[in-house]
């Protein structure tokens, strides 16, 4: 079994570890926040007080931070990854950041000696929970391939997306796409009421037409037509407005470096604003149904 070091235990990082720890690996964890250091000690993970000592003896270090601005510091600060690792460490990224920065964190670490795959997720806190998270990674044929084993007891599915940043720009792209198509389900579903169609009779006509989406069929936004979603627990996330505001706004950063404009994705990015700044950033995505009808059935207050 091996030697991991992990940076950042937070939601998502601790039940994470804790499934490499079950699979027999020694994670040595480091979070700047001593209380979710404790926490992760609980699953069996060997708390440590510095990202020196995280990093010593790894075979594989993976960092799970909040944003882009976070990770270039942990890698490349006078204290970082890159200062403090040996080079025969992989290293893996699985936070969700801008396309640029990991970029850079691949040409850093390159220069520095190192091997270094991104490796954003999808499936959230019950994915991390349950072991079958979707990583996306980016990097070379070799440093992937290497990475995998590491990864399965995480994964639910892993995919190499292609080269440096690849599994970034998969990532930010898949979910500015669920954003834009939950846009148009949110005004469809309000609209359909109002003409006086009946939710469940219009949803089953959508899911077999060409209205049909993922959002559509997982997150209707109206209580008892699909079980799967979060309107029939008071829009409790899932996945919650505030993280999509930050995935859509790494699609809006994406596009203004690479030259591409997005109208849809910027218009969702706007109504996620208006939801956060109404108060309701914890709430499911799917309420963006507030913004078109405050009174829509299921929503709190
Ligand atoms: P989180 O804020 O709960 O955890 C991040 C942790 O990083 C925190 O505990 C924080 O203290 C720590 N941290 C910040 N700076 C640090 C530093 N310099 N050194 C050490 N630790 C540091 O976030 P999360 O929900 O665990 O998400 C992590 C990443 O995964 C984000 O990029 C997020 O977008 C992505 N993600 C989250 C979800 C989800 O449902 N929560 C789903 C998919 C992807």
Do not use: C
């Not at 601005?69 to 490349?76: D, F, G, K, P, S």
């Not at 009946?198 to 109206?222: C, E």
């Not at 309420?287 to 299921?298: F, T, V």
């Amino acid at each position: 079994m091996s030697t991991m070091g992990w940076i950042g235990l937070g939601n998502m990082g601790r039940p994470m570890t804790a499934n490499l720890v079950k699979a027999g690996h020694t994670v040595n964890g480091y979070d700047v926040v001593p209380d979710a250091v404790a926490a992760a000690a609980e699953h069996g993970v060997n708390p440590v007080g510095s990202l020196a000592e995280a990093v010593a003896g790894a075979d594989i270090v993976f960092t799970m931070l909040p944003k882009g601005e976070h990770a270039r510091a942990v890698y490349l600060g006078d204290d970082g990854v890159l200062a403090h690792a040996d080079t025969r460490s992989l290293l893996v990224d699985s936070s969700t950041i801008d396309f640029d920065s990991a970029r850079t964190l691949h040409t850093e670490a390159a220069a520095a000696g190192f091997r270094f795959v991104d490796g954003p997720v999808s499936g959230g806190v019950t994915g991390a929970e349950a072991g079958t998270l979707t990583f996306m990674l980016g990097g070379s044929d070799e440093d992937v391939a290497e990475a995998k084993p590491f990864i399965e007891p995480m994964a639910g599915n892993i995919f190499h997306a292609g080269g440096e940043a690849a599994g970034q720009a998969a990532k930010i792209v898949n979910n500015m796409m669920l954003a834009i198509s939950l846009q148009g389900v949110v005004e469809g579903a309000v609209l359909a009421q109002r003409f006086g169609l009946d939710p469940t009779t219009f949803w089953n006509i959508a899911k077999v037409s060409s209205g049909d989406s993922w959002p559509l069929r997982t997150w209707y936004p109206v209580p008892g037509v699909t079980e799967t979603a979060a309107s029939n627990n008071g829009f409790a996330p899932g996945f919650a407005a505030a993280l999509m505001h930050k995935d859509v706004g790494l699609a809006l950063a994406g596009g203004e470096s690479q030259g591409v404009d997005l109208p849809a994705a910027s218009l969702v990015h706007g109504q996620l604003q208006k939801l956060i700044d109404d108060g309701f950033a914890g709430l499911d995505t799917s309420a963006l149904i507030r913004n078109i009808d405050p009174k829509a059935e299921g929503l709190p207050g």
